[in-house]
């Protein structure tokens, strides 16, 4: 089907555990994004992609790691999580000039023992 | 950080305009001006986006100041599915990345019947 998709929905982790959120778009969106939401901080920009192998650190970064070795696909990766990286996790697309802004997927929600 | 300021939260009677405001005092004369909505749980929506001129869409219309200095979303028959967060934000763009959007924590619409 068509869209953009994230996996898992929702995922426990313990402290310390490496973790890869998945996310995957069927148009062939250059742009790709991934986000955090927190209660009282609204939605921060973890990290974001302009096309395949192309990243760039957002506002909030740190313990994050991302790849893009394909342009359908944008993977986050909590090296060793902690428990203020729990939160909801959303991925985001668009197209080469974002005119009509992003497409999030249904969000991840990790939460981290 | 965002570039713009909303009011924390807001009442609307169902079937009555609901008129969200937005400042953005240090609007650069290329940056637009895109609304977006979050229903609980979900990911953030598109709803409308506009860079000097007013803007209407099936969803909602877009007031833009003459001095771009500020911003209104009007949802014309506001319903109890509208009962959400919005979003005002002003785009940055980045030749090398593409269009960032940088979330605040917007301004919750509550309808009330």
């Known amino acids: 089907d068509a869209g953009i998709t994230q996996s898992p929905r929702y995922k426990i982790t313990e402290t310390g555990r490496q973790v890869t959120l998945m996310c995957h778009q069927t148009?062939?969106?250059?742009?790709m994004f991934w986000y955090r939401q927190d209660l009282g901080h609204g939605l921060r920009l973890i990290y974001y992609?302009?096309?395949?192998?192309?990243?760039d650190k957002g506002e909030v970064p740190d313990g994050y790691v991302v790849s893009r070795s394909k342009t359908e696909n944008f993977p986050l990766t909590l090296e060793s999580a902690t428990r203020s990286q729990t939160s909801v996790y959303f991925c985001?697309?668009?197209?080469?000039?974002?005119?009509?802004?992003?497409?999030f997927g249904s969000g991840t929600r990790l939460t981290v023992v | 950080d965002a570039k713009t300021t909303q009011p924390t939260s807001m009442d609307c009677a169902e079937g009555r305009a609901a008129n969200l405001p937005c400042n953005h005092s240090?609007?650069?004369?290329?940056?637009?001006v895109y609304w977006y909505r979050q229903i609980h749980s979900q990911g953030p929506q598109y709803i409308i986006h506009?860079?000097?001129n007013n803007e209407t869409n099936e969803m909602a219309s877009l007031i833009i100041t003459e001095d771009r200095k500020s911003s209104t979303l009007i949802l014309p028959h506001a319903t109890l599915r509208d009962t959400a967060v919005y979003y005002c934000?002003?785009?940055?763009?980045?030749?090398?990345?593409?269009?960032?959007?940088?979330f605040g924590t917007g301004t919750s619409l509550t309808v009330i019947p």
């Open positions: 985001a697309s668009s197209g080469t000039s974002g005119g009509y802004g992003y497409t």
């Open positions: 148009w062939s969106h250059s742009y």
């Open positions: 992609s302009a096309a395949a192998d192309i990243t």
């Open positions: 240090t609007i650069s004369g290329n940056e637009y």
């Open positions: 506009g860079l000097k």
């Open positions: 934000i002003v785009r940055v763009a980045n030749q090398n990345t593409g269009n960032q959007f940088y």
